[in-house]
């Protein structure tokens, strides 16, 4: 089992930034895909990025591409999300997530880490 924990959520006006961090343990050698998700007030959880962790190719949701960055560190077995040009839609809480099966769902979740972006 992989565990995860996020960090860096804040409270930031439009425009600004913020770098989410999620580090992983427990069975680290068996996570194939990092995602981000988040999840707004009254609504779905909703993909955001992810990251294959052998070979390090990335994906974006259409609402977030050119903004948000998603990499890894090795060393550290920690995800991040950079997020530039944050909009008030960004709010929400993003979660850091797992998939420990090649093209099986995500399997493992964080607890979560609440982004507030102020007009």
């Known amino acids: 089992q992989v565990h995860l924990v996020e960090s860096g959520g804040g409270l930031v006006q439009a425009g600004g930034s913020l770098r989410l961090s999620c580090a992983a343990s427990?069975?680290?050698?068996?996570?194939?895909?990092l995602g981000w998700f988040r999840q707004a007030p009254g609504k779905e959880r909703e993909f955001v990025a992810a990251?294959?962790?052998?070979?390090?190719?990335?994906s974006y949701a259409d609402s977030v591409k050119g903004r948000f960055t998603i990499s890894k560190d090795n060393a550290k077995n920690t995800v991040y999300l950079q997020m530039n040009s944050l909009k008030p839609e960004d709010t929400g809480v993003y979660y850091c997530?797992?998939?420990?099966?090649?093209?099986?769902?995500?399997?493992?979740w964080g607890q979560g880490t609440q982004v507030t972006v102020s007009s």
């Open positions: 997530a797992v998939k420990t099966v090649l093209g099986g769902p995500y399997d493992g």
């Open positions: 990251l294959r962790w052998s070979g390090g190719s990335t």
């Open positions: 427990g069975r680290t050698f068996s996570r194939v895909t």
